[in-house]
Structures are given as structure tokens and as C-alpha cells.
């Protein structure tokens, strides 16, 4: 589908557009100032799209979809401003993270209000036949995604991490948030159940290999692009499916030590991510994670099947494409 950039590209302007229309400066600017910070800092706007065309692929017009699309990124942004905190993550896009730029406070205080902000845009819909199965999606995806974070929290005390427990991770903190997406744009658009389900399955795929693409990047995407220092999962002790295979496979002594040496010390310096690099190379642990994230990739798109045929449809499949061949 030659025209996916084009259409890509309309949408995500009118993604921005409704983003910077979201509110005036408008007092107390202590909050409001480091909010639209955090939202108009950028991002691919994965989310939204996903919402708008999910909605268009069950009933033509996807911006009908616009207040749940926005709404779901203001809450994809409202765990970036409280992850960074939990990580002490200095960078975020290339920028200053909200804690980093104001202070502890002011981010958890904006992050709070960005929640509050994102049930606002959703009431729009409280005349709509399936409200409250809006609301009730938006809960859940909230709740879940929270609870991935938790999930990713024990982690770091934790000496033995199997890559069960870290999908199972991954489902709630990163699959979650995008079945979401497809899901409000879904209700929005009136879809049966079969096609509710389709949606979901499709995201869910979508979502984790979202996730394992991230971890990949995260040591083998150019800095300059990536947005934030190469490695930073290594820094931070986080155990990602590159480092879980890595301590299954290793043999050479050296190799078992250094993995050895993350987890005792919940991470590892910079001067250690070219060796990790390398550990990962050696054992084929670059290779085997793209090819869990290509498999995951096809599952997505054998989860369409109950969706019609169309523009909108070819659009998820391209989307998939798309993140397919991302570099950051």
C-alpha cells in the first residue's frame, strides 16, 4: 500500500493538531506547563493511529475516535512521566524528563492530573450506546498497565526471571495499553464481538512485539535516534528478554561472570555495555529476539481475519510493516 506514509502522516497531523487544542496555559501552570511538555515532546503516536484506524476499519470514520485517541496517549504519557521517575531516567526523547526539567513533585503531580485529564476527553462519548464499555476498557488498561509496572519493579530484586513471567510483564505494561487502543477505537465504531476480539488479539501481538523491538533497540539502535543513551536497560539492571536468554545460554566463563555481576549489582556501568553487546552477539540472542518479535508480528496479522476488507484494514497490516522495519 503505497499511500501508508501519506495517510500515516495526515492522521498523525491531526493526531498533533488535536493534542496542542487539548488546553489553553491556564493556572495552576506549576502542572499544566510540565503536561504539555510531556505531550507535545514528540513520540511516533503509535497509540492514537491505532485507535483512529481500529474505529475506521468497524465503521469508515475513524475521528470519531479522536477524544479516545488522544486520551490514550495522554495516559501513555502519564506512565513515561512516572516511569522516569522510577528509573531516574535523566532523558526522554532527547529531552529533559519532567522530573529532571521541574522536580519529583511536580511530575507526580502531573501525572496524576494527566490521568484525570484523559477521563475528561472520554466523557465526550457519555451518550454513546457503549459508554460504559469505553470506560470500563480504559479502567482496565489503566489498571494493568500499573500493574505491569509493579511487575517490572519486582524484577529488579528478583535473581531468576524466566521469559514466562517477562512476557507475562510485558502483556500488561506494554500489549495492554495498545489492545486498549484497538479496543476503543472498536467500541467507538460499534464492532460486533467477533470483531472486539480480533481487534484485541491483533494489538496484543502487536504489543509485544512492540516490546521485544524495544529491547533490541535499546542496544542496537543508533543513540542520535533512539532519543536517550544506548544501553540504558543495562544501566538500569533490567532484565529483558535479551538478558534472561543471555544468562540461559552463556558457557564461557567470562560471560557467565559478567552476567553474573548484573544481577548482583542490579546493573552494570557504561564501561560494561560493549562487553554485554557482545555476549548478546556471540550467543544469537540478537537474532532469536527479532525473530520472537517477527513471530509475534505474524500472529497480528493472522488476527485480522475476522476484520473486513479495506483501507483501514490494509492499514493495520501496514502498520505492522512498518514496525517491522523501525530503527528507534
Same mark, same amino acid.
Given at each position: 500500500?503505497?499511500?501508508?506514509?501519506?495517510?500515516?502522516?495526515?492522521?498523525?497531523?491531526?493526531?498533533?493538531?488535536?493534542?496542542?487544542?487539548?488546553?489553553?496555559?491556564?493556572?495552576?501552570?506549576?502542572?499544566?506547563?510540565?503536561?504539555?511538555?510531556?505531550? $507535545?515532546?514528540?513520540?511516533?503516536?503509535?497509540?492514537?493511529?491505532? $485507535?483512529?484506524?481500529?474505529?475506521?476499519?468497524?465503521?469508515?470514520?475513524?475521528?470519531?475516535?479522536?477524544?479516545?485517541?488522544?486520551?490514550?496517549?495522554?495516559?501513555?504519557?502519564?506512565?513515561?512521566?512516572?516511569?522516569?521517575?522510577?528509573?531516574?531516567?535523566?532523558?526522554?526523547?532527547?529531552?529533559?524528563?519532567?522530573?529532571?526539567?521541574?522536580?519529583?513533585?511536580?511530575?507526580?503531580?502531573?501525572?496524576?492530573?494527566?490521568?484525570?485529564?484523559?477521563?475528561?476527553?472520554?466523557?465526550?462519548? &457519555? &451518550?454513546?450506546?457503549?459508554?460504559?464499555?469505553?470506560?470500563? *476498557?480504559?479502567?482496565?488498561?489503566?489498571?494493568?498497565?500499573?500493574?505491569?509496572?509493579?511487575?517490572? /519493579?519486582?524484577?529488579?530484586? /528478583?535473581?531468576?526471571? &524466566?521469559?514466562?513471567?517477562?512476557?507475562?510483564?510485558?502483556?500488561?505494561? $506494554?500489549?495492554?495499553?495498545?489492545?486498549?487502543?484497538?479496543?476503543?477505537?472498536?467500541?467507538?465504531?460499534?464492532?460486533?464481538?467477533?470483531?472486539?476480539?480480533?481487534?484485541?488479539?491483533?494489538?496484543?501481538?502487536?504489543?509485544?512485539?512492540?516490546?521485544?523491538?524495544?529491547?533490541?533497540?535499546?542496544?542496537?539502535?543508533?543513540?542520535?535516534?533512539?532519543?536517550?543513551?544506548?544501553?540504558?536497560?543495562?544501566?538500569?539492571?533490567?532484565?529483558?528478554?535479551?538478558?534472561?536468554?543471555?544468562?540461559?545460554?552463556? $558457557?564461557?566463563?567470562?560471560?557467565?561472570?559478567?552476567?553474573?555481576?548484573?544481577?548482583?549489582?542490579?546493573?552494570? *556501568?557504561?564501561?560494561?555495555?560493549?562487553? /554485554?553487546?557482545?555476549?548478546?552477539?556471540? @550467543?544469537?540472542?540478537?537474532?532469536?529476539?527479532?525473530?520472537?518479535?517477527?513471530? @509475534?508480528?505474524?500472529?497480528?496479522?493472522? &488476527?485480522?481475519?475476522?476484520?473486513?476488507?479495506?483501507?483501514?484494514?490494509?492499514?493495520?497490516?501496514?502498520?505492522?510493516?512498518? /514496525?517491522?522495519?523501525?530503527?528507534?
Amino acid at each position: 500500500m503505497k499511500d501508508f506514509d501519506k495517510i500515516f502522516t495526515q492522521i498523525t497531523e491531526e493526531t498533533e493538531k488535536s493534542i496542542n487544542e487539548l488546553f489553553l496555559p491556564i493556572p495552576p501552570l506549576s502542572i499544566y506547563e510540565p503536561f504539555h511538555y510531556a505531550i $507535545t515532546a514528540g513520540g511516533k503516536r503509535i497509540r492514537p493511529f491505532l $485507535t483512529l484506524i481500529a474505529a475506521g476499519a468497524i465503521s469508515g470514520k475513524p475521528y470519531l475516535a479522536m477524544d479516545a485517541a488522544i486520551a490514550i496517549e495522554v495516559l501513555h504519557n502519564f506512565t513515561l512521566v512516572h516511569d522516569d521517575i522510577m528509573d531516574e531516567s535523566p532523558f526522554r526523547r532527547g529531552k529533559p524528563t519532567v522530573y529532571k526539567k521541574w522536580n519529583e513533585p511536580v511530575a507526580i503531580l502531573t501525572g496524576d492530573v494527566m490521568v484525570g485529564w484523559a477521563y475528561k476527553l472520554l466523557n465526550n462519548y &457519555s &451518550s454513546h450506546p457503549r459508554y460504559a464499555e469505553i470506560i470500563k *476498557s480504559f479502567t482496565d488498561g489503566l489498571i494493568e498497565v500499573c500493574e505491569g509496572q509493579a511487575y517490572d /519493579m519486582d524484577f529488579n530484586t /528478583m535473581q531468576d526471571v &524466566s521469559e514466562e513471567d517477562y512476557i507475562n510483564m510485558i502483556d500488561k505494561k $506494554t500489549a495492554k495499553i495498545l489492545q486498549t487502543c484497538s479496543i476503543l477505537g472498536g467500541l467507538v465504531g460499534d464492532c460486533s464481538n467477533d470483531e472486539l476480539k480480533a481487534l484485541s488479539d491483533y494489538a496484543y501481538n502487536l504489543g509485544i512485539a512492540f516490546q521485544l523491538q524495544d529491547d533490541l533497540l535499546d542496544i542496537s539502535a543508533e543513540q542520535e535516534k533512539l532519543g536517550k543513551k544506548i544501553g540504558q536497560d543495562i544501566l538500569e539492571g533490567k532484565k529483558t528478554f535479551l538478558i534472561i536468554n543471555a544468562k540461559l545460554k552463556a $558457557t564461557e566463563p567470562e560471560d557467565v561472570k559478567l552476567i553474573e555481576e548484573f544481577y548482583q549489582n542490579h546493573g552494570l *556501568s557504561e564501561d560494561y555495555i560493549p562487553s /554485554m553487546r557482545h555476549v548478546f552477539r556471540k @550467543y544469537g540472542i540478537l537474532e532469536q529476539t527479532a525473530q520472537k518479535a517477527e513471530d @509475534y508480528l505474524q500472529l497480528a496479522i493472522k &488476527s485480522l481475519s475476522g476484520i473486513k476488507e479495506g483501507l483501514y484494514k490494509d492499514l493495520l497490516i501496514r502498520l505492522i510493516e512498518k /514496525m517491522n522495519k523501525r530503527n528507534y
